[in-house]
């Protein structure tokens, strides 16, 4: 069985460069969400997919931030011109929503770090 | 607006004794309740949820929760805790009608004293 998978899992950048993350959902799932989770708080929703189209996104995901989901399958989230302020762990999650149970399947993140 | 507080940012409780992690939320429609645990290095994994029904729920390793509607409240519960129980605790509510974005709270701190 395998989960919610993303890459790489830890990145670290000057700012002002641009960074991508990857991540794979699992592989039922039409469902994708992006959330940002910095220390000591809960996770933050970013934006969400159901199957290729983007449905909802955050006020806190300023035009530097850009996530596709080309296939309906595997999501990427790129930011552009990173900030000391990007610094953060990004969360990937999927569901299925044919059950409708709201429950969120989450991968281990990828922790930024800008320097 | 939808929040989703916790009141108790660090708990400390000694094995074996029993927990009460607190989560009030603020809600217009129907929600969707949960709470997830968060281990170090392990992704959010969903100890329970609510939706309808029987307001005392059964989750995973041994945790419930008690929906209370006039208060607001989603409490959850353990009447013994392991020293693996060590985790960050989230409580977090969606919308019943579809499963849009779920909104989490800050999180609560579990260490357990030996």
């Known amino acids: 069985d395998t989960g919610v998978s993303q890459d790489p899992r830890h990145k670290i950048t000057k700012r002002g460069q641009n960074v991508t993350f990857r991540c794979d959902p699992i592989s039922e799932h039409n469902r994708l969400y992006w959330y940002r989770q910095t220390l000591g708080q809960g996770p933050e929703f970013l934006t969400y997919f159901q199957n290729e189209a983007q449905l909802e996104k955050s006020r806190l995901l300023s035009d530097r931030f850009s996530a596709e989901r080309p296939k309906g399958s595997f999501s990427t989230l790129e930011i552009q011109r990173t900030e000391q302020g990007d610094s953060a762990m990004y969360l990937c999650?999927?569901?299925?929503?044919?059950?409708?149970?709201?429950?969120?399947?989450f991968g281990e993140g990828s922790r930024l770090t800008v320097l | 607006a939808q929040s989703v507080t916790q009141p108790d940012i660090h708990i400390t409780v000694s094995e074996g004794a029993s927990l009460e992690l607190r989560c009030n939320y603020s809600?217009?429609?129907?929600?969707?309740l949960f709470w997830y645990v968060q281990s170090p290095g392990q992704g959010l994994q969903l100890l329970l949820k609510?939706?309808?029904?029987?307001?005392l729920v059964q989750g995973i390793k041994g945790f419930e929760a008690e929906f209370k509607r006039s208060q607001s409240s989603f409490n959850l519960r353990k009447p013994s805790v392991h020293w693996s129980d060590a985790a960050e605790y989230f409580c977090?509510?969606?919308?019943?009608?579809?499963?849009?974005?779920?909104?989490f709270g800050s999180g609560t701190r579990l260490s357990i004293r030996p």
């Open positions: 977090a509510v969606g919308p019943y009608s579809s499963a849009s974005k779920i909104i």
């Open positions: 809600y217009g429609a129907t929600p969707y």
């Open positions: 999650a999927s569901s299925w929503d044919r059950e409708n149970t709201g429950e969120l399947f």
């Open positions: 609510y939706f309808s029904g029987d307001t």
